[in-house]
């Protein structure tokens, strides 16, 4: 049975990979009929139901999964970019401060956390996430400089790093 899974798994990660979100999904079904709390299968499903546009699905999909792994932050962070995608950033916010709660030196989810206080709350804790996020991750500094820039346009305000 866990070799079985272990194909399944393969094959729906290729799948995935590939673009093939169906076929993937039916390799996951298969996984999750038999180990409903299979981590892999569940960040899958949520993977493949967003690259098809099945947000809704998806979002459950994640939540399933942190529900059964709530320490797991590349899926907190994939179920707050989803948020953010579907217009409701004061539950990405929600998934932004626990990754950082999780691990406060990830640049990535700092950021994120910026870009929603920025969006739901006070644009000097946002700006301050950002700055942090660049200083643990100078990689992020173009796409935060293009955030606050898009920030200062739509709101009227300069931002600076």
């Given at each position: 049975?866990?070799?079985?899974?272990?194909?399944?798994?393969?094959?729906?990660?290729?799948?995935?990979?590939?673009?093939?979100?169906?076929?993937?999904?039916?390799?996951?079904?298969?996984?999750?009929?038999?180990?409903?709390?299979?981590?892999?299968?569940?960040?899958?499903?949520?993977?493949?139901?967003?690259?098809?546009?099945?947000?809704?699905?998806?979002?459950?999909?994640?939540?399933?999964?942190?529900?059964?792994?709530?320490?797991?932050?590349?899926?907190?962070?994939?179920?707050?970019?989803?948020?953010?995608?579907t217009d409701k950033p004061d539950l990405a916010l929600l998934q932004y401060n626990e990754?950082?709660?999780?691990?406060?030196?990830?640049?990535?989810?700092?950021l994120g956390l910026g870009v929603c206080r920025l969006a739901v709350t006070s644009g000097?804790?946002?700006?301050?996430?950002?700055?942090?996020?660049?200083?643990?991750?100078?990689?992020?500094?173009?796409?935060?400089?293009?955030?606050?820039?898009?920030?200062?346009l739509e709101k009227g305000i300069k931002l600076k790093l």
């Amino acid at each position: 049975m866990t070799s079985d899974i272990g194909a399944l798994l393969e094959k729906a990660e290729y799948s995935a990979e590939a673009g093939h979100y169906n076929e993937a999904l039916a390799a996951v079904r298969q996984i999750l009929e038999a180990d409903a709390r299979n981590i892999t299968a569940l960040s899958l499903k949520g993977f493949c139901l967003a690259r098809m546009g099945r947000r809704s699905e998806a979002i459950g999909a994640f939540l399933s999964a942190i529900a059964e792994l709530p320490g797991h932050n590349p899926l907190r962070k994939s179920l707050a970019q989803l948020y953010i995608e579907t217009d409701k950033p004061d539950l990405a916010l929600l998934q932004y401060n626990e990754a950082v709660r999780i691990d406060p030196s990830d640049g990535e989810s700092l950021l994120g956390l910026g870009v929603c206080r920025l969006a739901v709350t006070s644009g000097e804790e946002g700006i301050r996430d950002i700055r942090v996020a660049v200083q643990l991750d100078p990689e992020l500094r173009e796409q935060a400089e293009k955030i606050c820039k898009a920030f200062s346009l739509e709101k009227g305000i300069k931002l600076k790093l």
